[in-house]
């Protein structure tokens, strides 16, 4: 079993930074392919970035060049580094494992999930 914590999120302007945190407890999170997905109401919940065990990593088309994905091993934690918000990135923000050994971007697939954290981008 792994248990994932969400934290980091909050209100910004557009424009601003945030970095979320995804810490892990019970298995090394460094065996598992590692996904923070968002979901904005009344839309499906999808990927935005993830990271390979071996550290290749997938972004959304419509955040690449501003969100960084990364993980410390050392620290069992994943990282979501935010860059130029915009309202449109508002959305509750999960970090989820997979047993996955290439991207896969359906949520199904991933086995477990974090609680969530809130992102509010004002315009």
């Known amino acids: 079993q792994v248990q994932l914590v969400d934290s980091g999120g909050g209100m910004v302007q557009a424009g601003g930074s945030l970095r979320l945190s995804c810490a892990a407890s019970?298995?090394?999170?460094?065996?598992?392919?590692m996904g923070w997905f968002r979901q904005a109401p009344g839309k499906e919940r999808e990927l935005v970035a993830a990271?390979?065990?071996?550290?290749?990593?997938y972004y959304a088309d419509s955040v690449k060049g501003r969100f960084t994905i990364s993980r410390d091993n050392a620290k069992n934690t994943v990282y979501l580094q935010m860059n130029t918000l915009k309202p449109e990135d508002t959305a509750v923000y999960y970090c989820?494992?997979?047993?996955?050994?290439?991207?896969?971007?359906?949520?199904?697939?991933?086995?477990?999930w974090g609680q969530g954290t809130q992102v509010t981008v004002s315009s």
């Open positions: 989820a494992a997979s047993s996955a050994a290439a991207v896969v971007t359906l949520p199904v697939l991933y086995g477990y």
């Open positions: 019970g298995r090394t999170l460094s065996r598992y392919l």
């Open positions: 990271i390979r065990s071996g550290g290749g990593t």
